[in-house]
């Protein structure tokens, strides 16, 4: 077996590169603090501000929980809750997102959302899991920092396309923030707001409504409060009017628009409307030129109020405006002077002398008779209201006008002068010698039982008269039989016999008589003592 043997290698010498290199190691933490660098500074650029919310109270809120939030989406979450200095309300540290900067004014709302149940729906369901969280309403202005939470969440939560409309009213009823305003039915708005005048005599209303129904807001719109069901009755018999189920239960406004306006009369925005207290009253024609004067009543005007009407044969020309009382202490005199608004332009006026001015048509229609009287508007109420009529017999009883207003005459009411002429009746009974007159009628009583007693024995007696007639007519028959007997036994032609024929006559007419005066007095017994009665 043959041994094989390598070749022997040659030996060199290695060269040795003595240039220092940085390990690859190093890399990692160089590349892990660039990384840690950049997060920093990612973070600290995109860190939002930090503003501070007060509110009454922490109910549902939590660090590091509750979120912020606009239109649903996440803008900043709370980090700090503190009990303010005051002890009576709490601060809120809340860190905003940088995109939210531009929100954060001196006009920006905030409010907790919860779970809400009112007349207008609920709201806030989702927050039942998920916990409350703070909303917010971005506003113009200055940037701010801190701000005043809200105790409720604004009527208007974003910013709702519409226009703003200021509403005039003497009595808000039921109405506040969030109460509906309609249009033919449909909920196009609703109340932001309300104050009270500077002066205190009525209340604004600050009213929204959307878009596009702000169109139809225009310079003739009427407003009027809605009460969601509106009974009234006429000569066709009764109206019945209903409204939005809301409007019953919390009231609501509601408002319409003459079809036959212009688009061009759109009204800008913060425009101010009257508001009516209903639709029979937005319908009536306002008058902007009045003419007020005082009526004196020298009656009780229980039942008369102001806002009263004034009506002129039926149709309204004017309304009560004031009611005072006016007391002499010399001569202890009641009056009442009631301060009336009539709006002239109400009255056409007919056949009207070019020369005369208004205050002389005025005071020729009084001198014709025009006066003012109360009268009653129901009997189941008692109201009453002043009714302007033609009274030609009435005089002009003068006032000691201290009002400052022309003096318009009045005339007693209808009621008022039966209650005066009853009045003036008893006045005059009570007058009457009434103790006198009743010794009178007595006497004349007792005079009258003793005549109709002597009248009794007066008919006892002919009744005993005739009864003496009949016999004495019995008597007269038989003596005349006999008379004829004795005359059929006379010579015919003598002297007795024509003597007896003579009283034979005379005793028959007699008979007849006594007949005839029978007869009359069993049909007439008064007559004996009346006397007979002549035809």
């Known amino acids: 077996m043959n041994d094989f ?23 990692l933490p160089l590349c892990a603090f660039l990384v840690s660098g950049w997060l920093i500074y990612k973070t600290v650029s995109e860190k939002g501000p930090e503003i501070t919310i007060n509110f009454p109270s922490a109910d549902g809120l939590e660090i590091d ?26 601060d809120v540290t809340a ?32 927050t039942i899991m998920s916990g409350a969280y703070i909303a917010i309403k971005p506003g113009k202005g200055k940037k701010e920092r801190h701000f005043k939470g809200l105790d409720t969440p604004p009527v208007l939560e974003t910013n709702a396309q519409g226009k703003k409309f200021v509403l005039e009213t003497t009595n808000i009823g039921s109405m506040g923030p969030g109460t509906p305003i309609s249009f033919h039915g449909i909920n196009v708005g609703e109340v932001l707001d309300y104050e009270l005048s500077k002066n205190a005599d009525d209340i604004k209303l600050t009213v929204f409504v959307n878009a596009p129904y702000d169109q139809f807001i225009r310079t003739n719109t009427r407003f009027w409060i809605d009460s969601g069901i509106d009974l009234s009755a006429g000569a066709d018999g009764f109206k019945l009017r209903t409204g939005p189920l809301i409007s019953l239960l919390a009231g609501g406004i509601a408002f319409r628009t003459d079809p036959n306006d212009n688009a061009a009369d759109t009204v800008p925005e913060n425009t101010s409307f009257q508001l009516f207290d209903n639709y029979e009253q937005s319908n009536e024609v306002i008058y902007h030129r009045t003419v007020k004067v005082v009526m004196y009543f020298n009656e009780s005007v229980r039942g008369l109020a ?21 007391i002499d202490v010399k001569t202890v005199d009641i009056e009442i002077p009631v301060l009336v608004e009539v709006e002239p332009d109400r009255i056409v006026m007919i056949n009207k002398p070019a020369h005369m001015t208004p205050k002389e048509n ?38 000691n006008n201290h009002t400052g207003y022309e003096e318009f005459p009045t005339t007693p009411s209808a009621m008022n002068q039966i209650m005066n002429s009853a009045q003036a009746v008893m006045d005059k ?49 038989k003596a005349m039989s006999s008379a004829q007997q004795v005359l059929t036994t006379l010579e015919p032609g003598s002297t007795t016999q024509y003597q007896l024929n003579q009283l034979l006559q005379e005793l028959t007419q007699t008979a007849s008589s006594v007949r005839q005066l029978t007869d009359y007095l069993d049909q007439h017994p008064d007559s004996l003592i009346r006397g007979k009665k002549e035809k």
């Open 306 to 326: 102001i806002g009263a009407p004034v009506l002129l044969r039926g149709i309204p020309i004017g309304k009560v405006t004031g009611i005072n009382l006016e």
């Open 362 to 399: 005025i005071a020729h229609l009084v001198a014709k008779g025009l006066r003012g009287q109360l009268q009653t508007g129901s009997l189941l109420t008692g109201q009453l209201f002043i009714a302007l009529d033609l009274f030609p017999h009435s005089k002009v009883v003068a006032h």
């Open 65 to 90: 929980k509750t979120k912020i939030k606009y239109l649903d989406v996440e803008i900043g979450k709370v980090t700090d809750i503190a009990i303010n200095n005051d002890m009576k309300t709490i």
């Open 5 to 27: 043997k390598e070749p022997p290698y040659e030996a060199t010498d290695a060269a040795i590169n003595k240039k220092r290199e940085l390990p690859l190691i190093w890399l």
């Open 95 to 126: 860190e905003m997102h940088n995109e939210s900067s531009s929100y954060l004014t001196n006009n920006t709302q905030f409010w907790v959302v919860r779970p809400q149940i009112s007349l207008s729906g609920v709201s806030g369901l989702g």
């Open 429 to 477: 009974i009570s007058k009457l010698p009434l103790e006198t007159m009743t010794a009178e009628i007595n006497k004349t009583l007792t005079s009258l039982q003793d005549t109709s007693k002597a009248a009794t024995k007066t008919l006892v007696t002919a009744n005993g008269t005739l009864s003496t007639a009949d016999k004495t007519l019995s008597s007269a028959d």
